[in-house]
């Protein structure tokens, strides 16, 4: 269906209506601009038992006329319905690409219920790389936060996202703020049969996943990726020699053997980074576009957690990924000129796109634009030759023409603006209900 919406600030919302309770964006106050991101929402029932619409807007300002406020544009809305009973909280999650401001919003029968706008954390250039960490222990987070690459000799530090499993979402495209994921702990076997499949998906269109060992790395690593891979993973044993590892990742630290178990990795394919083809402790292979790293200890646990090298170890794991954003970004050959052609198209983009969000009444009929085209044209032809003709002066048909296109332009600037006015107050909305067959 299709309704008129403005942007303008409504009137005071009715006592016992349903509440937006709290609204939060991204992962662990990390988005990406450009990208897909989960906005959660904690919504509460009012005083009556509701079926309402929870939408989350993306909105932009695009400048105005010379001295005017900039006007708030909608660029698109995505949201489900929710039934609310009185006085229940529901959480909910819905993803949205993140190019502009966001607010949530509550409607029920095409009436505003709630409003609420949502703070962004703090927004990512697409241009640096983000790592997603899905872990049992929040200190492997922290460690993967001292991840930096270098761009013009300096160091710009990665940010890095925590994951929980209600912010994996079940759609494969949804993960593209990301260039490599770190999981742990066995979180991917509590992650469901979509959002698994959604992590597959986006390692073959061209994601780094990085799977941390331990006893549970041959649960995780079946659930994502099945047979995909030429590698088995058996029981896992203690007392294992990492000295290889520390040795690979060019960490000063020596490693003990470790009391924890380490799984054994019996590859068929694909590359051994550190450790013998007999006993690998880092492996990683290619799936499509993309690639799977394994690593047969547990990066949480002893002695890797505590161990002063596991900073350089990580660095080392992500080195591919880091290498292909360290050539390209300001100060880049090319970059100044890509920006500067994009922000162009972009502006272009923005202007197109103003157009469609105009009632279809806004625009002239047929019979306006008919009269406008024919009168220029009788006039600028037969006319304008005739008179020139019968003056003698055919020769001014050169300046004639031109002289009556730019009257014409002036013409109709001057009507549609001075006199019907250059404020946008109306915006056509499309609602389209998906049944969930596509």
């Given at each position: 269906?299709?309704?008129?919406?403005?942007?303008?600030?409504?009137?005071?919302?009715?006592?016992?209506?349903?509440?937006?309770?709290?609204?939060?964006?991204?992962?662990?106050?990390?988005?990406?601009l450009?990208?897909?991101?989960?906005?959660?929402?904690?919504?509460?029932?009012?005083?009556?038992?509701?079926?309402?619409?929870?939408?989350?807007?993306?909105?932009?300002?695009?400048?105005?006329?010379?001295?005017?406020?900039?006007?708030?544009?909608?660029?698109?809305?995505?949201?489900?319905?929710?039934?609310?009973?009185?006085?229940?909280?529901?959480?909910?999650?819905?993803?949205?690409?993140?190019?502009?401001?966001?607010?949530?919003?509550?409607?029920?029968?095409?009436?505003?219920?709630a409003?609420?706008?949502?703070?962004?954390?703090?927004?990512?250039?697409?241009?640096?790389?983000?790592?997603?960490?899905?872990?049992?222990?929040?200190?492997?987070?922290?460690?993967?936060?001292?991840?930096?690459?270098?761009?013009?000799?300096?160091?710009?530090?990665?940010?890095?996202?925590e994951?929980t499993?209600?912010?994996?979402?079940?759609?494969?495209?949804?993960l593209?703020a990301?260039?490599?994921?770190?999981?742990?702990?066995?979180?991917?076997?509590?992650?469901?049969?979509?959002?698994?499949?959604?992590?597959?998906?986006?390692?073959?269109?061209?994601?780094?996943?990085i799977?941390?060992?331990?006893?549970?790395?041959?649960?995780?690593?079946?659930?994502?990726?099945?047979?995909?891979?030429?590698?088995?993973?058996?029981?896992?044993?203690?007392?294992?020699?990492?000295?290889?590892?520390?040795?690979?990742?060019?960490?000063?630290?020596?490693?003990?053997?470790?009391?924890?178990?380490?799984?054994?990795?019996?590859?068929?394919?694909?590359a051994?980074?550190?450790?013998?083809?007999?006993?690998?402790?880092?492996?990683?292979?290619?799936?499509?576009?993309?690639?799977?790293?394994?690593?047969?200890?547990?990066?949480?646990?002893?002695?890797?957690?505590?161990w002063?090298?596991?900073?350089?170890?990580?660095?080392?794991?992500?080195?591919?990924?880091?290498?292909?954003?360290?050539?390209?970004?300001?100060?880049?050959?090319?970059?100044?000129?890509?920006?500067?052609?994009?922000r162009?198209?972009?502006?272009?983009?923005?202007?197109?796109?103003?157009?469609?969000?105009?009632?279809?009444?806004?625009?002239?009929?047929?019979?306006?634009?008919?009269?406008?085209?024919?009168?220029?044209?009788l006039?600028?032809?037969?006319?304008?030759?005739?008179?020139?003709?019968?003056?003698?002066?055919?020769?001014?048909?050169?300046?004639?023409?031109?002289?009556?296109?730019?009257?014409?332009?002036?013409?109709?600037?001057v009507?549609?603006?001075?006199?019907?006015?250059?404020?946008?107050?109306?915006?056509?909305?499309?609602?389209?209900?998906?049944?969930?067959?596509?």
């Open positions: 269906m299709s309704a008129a919406a403005s942007l303008r600030p409504p009137a005071a919302l009715a006592a016992g209506e349903p509440e937006i309770l709290a609204a939060e964006a991204g992962w662990g106050g990390e988005v990406k450009g990208s897909w991101a989960p906005v959660r929402l904690r919504l509460r029932g009012g005083a009556e038992d509701l079926t309402v619409r929870a939408e989350v807007w993306i909105v932009a300002d695009y400048p105005g006329a010379s001295g005017s406020q900039p006007v708030r544009v909608p660029l698109g809305s995505y949201g489900t319905e929710v039934a609310l009973p009185p006085g229940v909280e529901k959480d909910l999650t819905l993803w949205v690409p993140l190019n502009g401001e966001v607010e949530v919003r509550l409607t029920a029968d095409d009436r505003l219920l409003r609420q706008p949502v703070r962004l954390p703090s927004r990512r250039d697409w241009a640096v790389p983000m790592i997603g960490v899905l872990s049992r222990e929040p200190g492997l987070v922290q460690a993967f936060r001292g991840l930096t690459l270098s761009r013009q000799g300096l160091p710009v530090p990665v940010p890095v996202a994951l499993p209600e912010t994996i979402p079940d759609v494969g495209d949804r593209d990301f260039q490599a994921l770190v999981i742990q702990g066995g979180r991917a076997a509590a992650l469901t049969a979509a959002q698994r499949q959604a992590i597959a998906q986006w390692v073959q269109a061209g994601g780094a996943l799977l941390s060992g331990g006893p549970t790395l041959a649960e995780d690593l079946a659930a994502l990726v099945g047979e995909a891979l030429p590698l088995r993973v058996e029981a896992a044993t203690t007392g294992a020699d990492l000295t290889p590892l520390a040795r690979w990742a060019g960490a000063g630290e020596a490693l003990p053997p470790t009391p924890t178990p380490v799984a054994r990795l019996r590859p068929e394919g694909g051994v980074l550190a450790g013998s083809p007999e006993a690998p402790l880092v492996w990683r292979g290619s799936v499509w576009q993309g690639s799977v790293t394994v690593v047969a200890a547990d990066l949480a646990l002893a002695p890797l957690a505590q002063p090298g596991r900073a350089a170890l990580v660095q080392a794991l992500l080195k591919p990924v880091l290498s292909q954003w360290e050539s390209w970004g300001p100060g880049a050959p090319g970059w100044g000129a890509l920006t500067q052609r994009q162009k198209e972009d502006h272009l983009a923005a202007l197109a796109q103003l157009t469609e969000f105009v009632p279809p009444a806004a625009y002239p009929g047929w019979q306006t634009v008919a009269l406008v085209l024919g009168g220029f044209a006039l600028a032809g037969p006319l304008a030759h005739g008179l020139l003709a019968r003056l003698r002066r055919q020769e001014w048909v050169w300046a004639v023409v031109p002289a009556l296109a730019l009257a014409n332009g002036l013409g109709l600037y009507v549609g603006v001075k006199v019907q006015g250059r404020d946008l107050l109306v915006y056509l909305v499309s609602h389209i209900t998906l049944d969930g067959r596509g």
